[in-house]
C-alpha cells in the first residue's frame, strides 16, 4: 500500500491547514488510519487516529479541540483539518495505515513521506 500526503505548508500561528493522505493499494484492507507528527529533535507522537468502519476517532491531548480527522472511504482519503495553530505544531506530519493483505490475512502497516507544517508566531 501507498499513502501520499498533501497539504502542508506555512502558515501563521492561529491559522488553519488541512492536511490530506490517500491511499492506494487493491490487496490491502485497512483497519484504521492516523496522523503523527515529528519535531525538530523529538520523537515522533500521535497526533489522531481514526477507525475506517465505525469512524472513531482519538486525539492527543495538545490537539483536542483544534485539529479534527476525518476519512472518506470511497476515496481512500483521510484529512486532518488544524485549526488554531500554534508554533508548536510545527513537525512532518505522516499518515499512517494499519490492516491487513487480502491476499495472505498478514498485518500490514504503511508510512507516507511526510509533509511539513511550519507555524509562524
Known amino acids: 500500500v501507498q499513502l501520499v500526503e498533501s497539504g502542508g505548508g506555512l502558515v501563521q500561528a492561529g491559522g488553519s491547514l488541512r492536511l490530506s493522505c490517500e491511499g492506494a493499494?487493491?490487496?490491502?484492507?485497512?483497519?484504521?488510519m492516523a496522523w503523527y507528527r515529528q519535531a525538530p529533535g523529538k520523537q515522533r507522537e500521535l497526533v489522531a487516529s481514526?477507525?475506517?468502519?465505525?469512524?472513531?476517532?482519538n486525539y492527543a491531548d495538545s490537539v483536542k479541540g483544534r485539529f479534527t480527522i476525518s476519512r472518506d472511504n470511497a476515496k481512500n482519503t483521510m484529512y486532518l483539518q488544524m485549526n488554531s495553530l500554534k508554533p508548536e505544531d510545527t513537525a512532518v506530519y505522516y499518515c499512517n495505515a494499519r490492516g491487513a493483505s487480502i491476499v495472505t490475512g498478514t498485518y500490514l502497516e504503511a508510512w507516507g513521506q511526510g509533509t511539513l507544517v511550519t507555524v509562524s508566531s
Open positions: 481514526i477507525t475506517m468502519v465505525e469512524g472513531n476517532t
Open positions: 493499494g487493491s490487496t490491502f484492507s485497512c483497519n484504521a
